[in-house]
């Protein structure tokens, strides 16, 4: 399984521009989606549904994606992950770390183009892109 960052599932829903067909993230989406291997954080499904331009046909598609489980303590963990990278003086936008910690409770690697999940590696993260 591996999971995917709302910045590249906004890319590869962006089939109009054929450049980001191209791109290493959007590859990879499709890879693990032909291979039934792409899962989202609960997150990621809020943030891409909170788009008032997607269609119906998106909207059923994405809400049929599968989503990561939000296992005990998750709300515990992300907030001290939060805490570390702050505590660096590092970028840690809330979303983000959420997003982060569902792929170190599950120990998935994560597809994104956001340059900020590097900032979560040296806890653990592994970025697919």
């Known amino acids: ?17 054929l450049k980001r067909d191209h791109d290493k993230d959007v590859a990879l989406i499709d890879t693990a989606l032909s291979e039934k291997r ?9 943030e891409i549904l909170s788009n008032p331009r997607l269609d119906m046909q998106q909207i ?3 809400e049929n994606l599968p989503t990561l489980e939000i296992m005990t303590g998750f709300w515990q963990r992300a907030g001290l992950l939060r805490a570390k990278l702050l505590k660096k003086r590092l970028k840690a936008r809330l979303a983000d770390t959420l997003i982060a910690q569902h792929c170190l409770d599950h120990d998935l690697p994560l597809i994104s183009r956001d340059a900020d999940f590097r900032h979560y ?9």
Do not use: E
Not at 38 to 46: D, H, R
């Open 38 to 46: 792409l899962i989202i954080p609960q997150v990621v499904q809020t």
């Open 1 to 17: 399984m591996v999971a995917v960052d709302t910045s590249s599932l906004i890319a590869f829903l962006d089939r109009d521009n």
């Open 60 to 62: 059923v598609w994405l």
């Open 121 to 129: 590696v040296p806890f653990g993260l592994t970025l697919a892109a």
